[in-house]
């Protein structure tokens, strides 16, 4: 991976951090909290910064759609052109989309129809399973929405049902996280995993309404489920997460915090691309954007060649 598309991998990355803290999280929490009025400027700066960071996220992802597009035309790798392909057919339809010339109800089911055939091109095996049970989460919560729109739209216990689906497959997602690692989790981000668990568990029991906003606006499920449900999600993501930055492993973080800042839905192009590029990172089809350190070859004592991923420790 070139210096160039590294540098705007990780910008990708951080600027849909500090969007998802600054613009999505810290503004609208802050406005609920009493005696805020006071911090008026305060406020205003955070949600400057986190628009201006929402916009460098949204350049970056399209430039790196792009060039996964590219190399998915430049390569005779089937799961690779199916990744071009992905890549480029949700570009142009999220444009047209935003030009009008086509509905948002098109836009949503191909969005959905690109996710799932990014999640099918990049499967590895036990590695993609909270990426496919991200991904069933993601069409439930899709088609609970623009199921309502067809000819014969969902009646409201199907769309309740399909939004408990949603609800049980992303927590299910998160419990399985460590899964995406090359190796099992370090001691200390075992530590961290259990730590995360008892302060969502601490603060869903303390304020579920609190919770259930956070997440309808971030994520895009209600949180009709039990607290400590995502409690020992957020525990699992946490401990993934850890392990992941100690051993080098930054196409897991960097898909993670994609996977997560883009929640479920179709009403917003931006997070469904940043789902779509976390798919692609996750099943190793980040291109030259976001790809996993190649395999170094040791040699061992006995004088046979193994191999050893670079970067992990």
Do not use: K
Not at 4 to 17: E, F, I, K, N, P
């Amino acid at each position: 991976m070139g210096r160039d598309h590294r540098t705007l991998a990780w910008l990708l990355t951080l600027s849909v951090v500090f969007e998802l803290l600054l613009l999505r999280t810290a503004t609208r929490t802050l406005i609920h909290i009493p005696g805020t009025d006071r911090f008026e400027t305060v406020v205003r700066l955070l949600a400057e910064g986190g628009r201006v960071s929402y916009y460098v996220a949204a350049l970056c992802l399209v430039i790196a759609l792009l060039l996964v597009g590219r190399a998915g035309i430049r390569t005779p790798d089937r799961r690779r052109v199916a990744a071009g392909l992905a890549s480029g057919t949700f570009l142009v339809v999220a444009a047209a989309g935003r030009l009008e010339v086509v509905a948002w109800t098109t836009v949503g089911w191909v969005s959905l129809a690109t996710l799932v055939t990014a999640a099918v091109a990049g499967w590895r095996g036990l590695r993609s399973v909270p990426v496919g049970l991200f991904l069933v989460g993601s069409v439930a919560a899709g088609t609970s929405v623009l199921g309502q729109t067809i000819s014969t739209p969902l009646a409201g216990g199907r769309i309740e049902a399909l939004i408990w689906v949603s609800e049980i497959f992303l927590v299910l997602a998160g419990v399985t996280a460590p899964l995406l690692l090359r190796y099992p989790p370090t001691r200390a981000a075992l530590y961290a995993g259990v730590a995360a668990t008892l302060v969502v568990a601490g603060s869903a029991s303390s304020s579920s309404s609190t919770m259930s906003i956070l997440l309808l606006w971030n994520v895009g499920v209600p949180g009709w489920l039990p607290g400590l449900a995502y409690a020992i999600a957020v525990g699992a993501l946490t401990a993934t997460l850890w392990s992941a930055v100690a051993r080098g492993e930054g196409v897991v973080v960097a898909g993670i915090i994609l996977l997560v800042a883009g929640g479920v839905g179709t009403i917003s192009t931006y997070q469904t691309g940043l789902v779509l590029m976390a798919v692609l990172t996750l099943g190793g089809l980040g291109g030259d954007v976001f790809a996993e350190p190649p395999a170094a070859e040791v040699p061992n004592p006995a004088g046979v060649t193994v191999a050893s991923p670079v970067g992990v420790s």
